[in-house]
C-alpha cells in the first residue's frame, strides 16, 4: 500500500492531508483527530469538576417541622435526627472548604420496637433533602464467601436509587433496617464462624466509617463478570433501625428493676418505666445484646423510639399528610365511590391495633380486612357510597381469622 492511500481511521482523511498520522495495530490516526479528541476528554473532566453535588439543607427545626407532617409522635427521634442531618450536611459542606479541623460522620442508631416509625423516618428525611436513600436488611447479609449478599450490596441499592450518579450515591443515605438480627449470638467469641452474625458486623465496620469500595453495579455473586464501580463511604450517613426484642430485660437489669424472689419489692425510678423502658437504653445495653463495640462506635448518634399510644395510633389514621384514612377515601374516589368512616369505628379499630403489639402496621391490616369485601364487589356495583361504622368493622373482623396477629407475651 503506497503512502497516499493510508488513511485516517477515524476521519478518512489522506496521508498528505495531515501533519501526522500514527500507526496502530490494525489502524491510523491523525494529529487533528488526536486534538479533537484531547478536547473532548479535558471537557470532560473540567464539566465533572463543575457538577458538584449539593444539598438544598435547612436548619433542624424546618427538617423536625417536615417530619410532623408525616410521622405522628417520636418527639425526641425527630429532634435527634433532624440535628445528626443538619450536621452530616454541613460536615460535607466544610470538606469541600477544605478547612483544618475535620468533622466526624454522625451515623445512626434507632431502637424502638416494630411499627413504630424507624423506616419511615429515613424515608421522610430523604423526600425532604431529596437525596437518594437505600433500605436494606441486615438479615440477608453474610460473610463473604457464604449463601446470602455480601455487604457491599448494601451500596449496589444505593448507585441504583442514585440512578448510578456515583457523585450522588456518595451523598445519600443508606437505611440498615433489622441489624439487631445481626447480634452476636452469645457473649464469649466463638471459636466456630459466626456467618450472619459477628462476621458481618466486622465487614461492616470500614463501610461505616469511610471507605472506598469496589461496588457490583447489580448485585452481588449472580453477575460474576461485571465490572466494578468504585464508591467512597465517606459522606454516605447510615442509619441503624432495629427492634432489638427483648433488651427491655437487660435495661431492666442495670436499672435493678427485674422482681427477684419470691417476696422482692419492685424497685421503681417512675411509675411508667416498666412499659417505656425503652428510653433508658445506653450503648452498654446495645453491647449486652450482641453488637460489638468497635460498631456501636461507628453509630454515635443514638436515639429510642416509644411504644405507640392510643392517641397515636388514632392520629396515624387521620392526621398525616398520608394517613391511612387519607388513602382509601383516595382508593375508592378513584372508582367515583364516597368513603367515610366514623369516630367509633377508627377507635374500634385502634382498640384492635393496639391490643395486637405490632404498632402502626397493625393498622393497616385491620383496615384490609374490614373493606377487602368493598374493595373486592363496589367497582363492579352501581353503589356510590361507603360508610364504615364500629358495627360494621366488628362484622367483618368477626369473619376473618385475624388472630396470627396477636403478639404473643
Known sequence: MSE???????????KSQTKLLIAGLDAHICDICISQADMIVKDDEASKESSDFTVDLKPPQEIKNFLDQHVIGQEQAKKTLAVAVYNHYKRINQRKLSDDIEIQKSNLLLVGPTGTGKTLLAQTISKFLN??????????LTEAGYVGEDVESILSKLLQAAEFDVEKAENGIVFID???????????PSITRDVSGEGVQQAMLKLLEGTTVNVPPKGGRKHPDQK????????????????FDGIDKIIKTRLNLQSIGFKSSEKKVVNDDEKNVLRFVNPHDIRSYGLIPEIIGRLPVMCHLNPLSKDALKDIMTVPKNALVKQYTK????????????????????????EFK?????LRTLCEAILNDAMFNLPSSDTKELKITKVYADHKLQNVDISHLKAVS
Do not use: H, Q, W
Open 131 to 140: 437525596v437518594p436513600i437505600a433500605i436494606v436488611d441486615a438479615t440477608v
Open 4 to 14: 497516499e492511500e493510508i488513511l485516517c481511521s477515524f476521519c478518512g482523511r489522506a
Open 178 to 188: 433489622e441489624i439487631d438480627k445481626i447480634a452476636r449470638k452469645s457473649d464469649n
Open 331 to 354: 382508593l375508592f374516589e378513584m372508582d367515583d365511590i364516597e368513603f367515610s368512616i366514623t369516630p367509633s369505628a377508627i377507635d374500634y379499630i385502634v382498640e384492635k391495633a393496639f
Open 358 to 362: 405490632i404498632g402502626a402496621r397493625g
Open 228 to 243: 466494578f464501580i468504585e464508591l467512597n463511604t465517606s459522606n454516605i450517613l447510615f442509619i441503624a433501625g432495629g427492634a
